[in-house]
């Protein structure tokens, strides 16, 4: 004889899995938020001392992470999400009054 399932069982299977979704994209979204501020965190700790160093006359022209780092404004810099130092080589520049940084090459 054939054993039935019930719709109690069903139901809730499908409930189960609903929540599952929905939590789990809930879960990636939060996370993703979440790294963006860690990065928007990172850039603007190194914009306002790359900033501060311009102002107060130490820095000139077009300059590396190297030379805050050397005058003591900023320690190494890791990227928050993936936990690697950033390459002390990238250029800053100091361009109308602003802070000019090509993130794209080392995040």
């Known amino acids: 004889m054939k054993q039935r399932v019930s719709n109690f069982t069903i139901i809730f299977f499908v409930i189960l899995a609903l929540i599952s979704v929905v939590g789990i ?5 939060i996370q993703k938020i ?3 501020k860690l990065i928007y965190a990172m850039e603007s700790k190194v914009e306002y001392k790359a900033e501060r ?26 990227n928050p999400v993936t936990k690697e130092v950033i390459d002390p080589n990238l250029k800053i520049e100091y361009i109308n009054e602003k802070i000019v940084i090509d993130w794209n090459s080392v995040i």
Not at 60 to 76: A, G, M, Q, V
Request: hydrophobic share 35%; proline share 0%.
């Open 25 to 29: 994209f809930t879960f990636i979204k």
């Open 34 to 36: 979440h790294d963006e």
């Open 53 to 78: 160093c311009y102002l107060e006359g130490i820095c000139k022209d077009t300059i590396n992470l190297n030379i805050l780092y050397e005058n003591k404004y900023l320690e190494e810099i890791i």
